[in-house]
T-cell receptor, first 115, second 112 residues
Framework: DGGITQSPKYLFRKEGQNVTLSCEQN?????MYWYRQDPGQGLRLIYY???????QKGDIAEGYSVSREKKESFPLTVTSAQKNPTAFYLC??????????????FGSGTRLTVV | GNSVTQMEGPVTLSEEAFLTINCTYT??????LFWYVQYPGEGLQLLLK?????DKGSNKGFEATYRKETTSFHLEKGSVQVSDSAVYFC???????????FGGGTRLMVKP
């Protein structure tokens, strides 16, 4: 079955370290997205990509970086510049070029904790 | 720009009670509207959607009707269960590119 996979489910990081969160999809979707969710809060867009080798900053891109070298993959790196990285990170994908009726497919999330 | 406003939670109900979660939107054109559900510790799942005015989306006993005249897409269920406890997000998508605009989410807690 097609879907979107995030790994790992739980991740612990020491202060000052960079960590990379994986997001892979086999839905043949053009667009992919990264969101951050803090406890009891809504979704905030970090980065998005609507086509391979291209991506745009979202609302809270500072301290994060991404790459989109393959259509299936959109890894997110949380750098040491991100001062408060402890959060739940969600990856999503969509057809991107559709008419807007499809919505997103979400992964199951990665919970990052700074120790 | 586009925006989505949801009622603030938490909404606490007893099992078998009637549920309404309000959602209103602002958009320049004719968006598609969605409800997503997030169970604890998980990602979001599409619950239902409607793509044009007066459409009714339904799934798992939940319903929402696209009301263009009131720019609303309220989520309803006639009899909630404990297993419906989750966070519900209303969202809209307008035009090509398929970007979603999300509301802030509403937490539902159903007590036995």
């Amino acid at each position: 079955d097609g879907g979107i996979t995030q790994s790992p489910k739980y991740l612990f990081r020491k202060e000052g370290q960079n960590v990379t969160l994986s997001c892979e999809q086999n839905l043949n979707h053009d667009a992919m997205y990264w969101y951050r969710q803090d406890p009891g809060q809504g979704l905030r867009l970090i980065y998005y990509s609507q086509i391979v080798n291209d991506f745009q900053k979202g609302d809270i891109a500072e301290g994060y970086s991404v790459s989109r070298e393959k259509k299936e993959s959109f890894p997110l790196t949380v750098t040491s510049a991100q001062k408060n990285p402890t959060a739940f990170y969600l990856c999503a994908s969509s057809t991107g070029s559709g008419t807007g009726v499809e919505g997103y497919t979400f992964g199951s999330g990665t919970r990052l904790t700074v120790v | 720009g586009n925006s989505v406003t949801q009622m603030e939670g938490p909404v606490t109900l007893s099992e078998e009670a009637f549920l309404t979660i309000n959602c209103t939107y602002t958009a320049t054109g004719y968006p598609s509207l969605f409800w997503y559900v997030q169970y604890p510790g998980e990602g979001l799942q599409l619950l239902l959607k409607a793509t044009k005015a007066d459409d009714k989306g339904s799934n798992k006993g939940f319903e929402a009707t696209y009301r263009k005249e009131t720019t609303s897409f309220h989520l309803e269920k006639g009899s909630v269960q404990v297993s419906d406890s989750a966070v519900y997000f209303c969202a809209l998508s307008e035009g090509a590119g398929n970007m979603l605009t999300f509301g802030g989410g509403t937490r539902l807690m159903v007590k036995p």
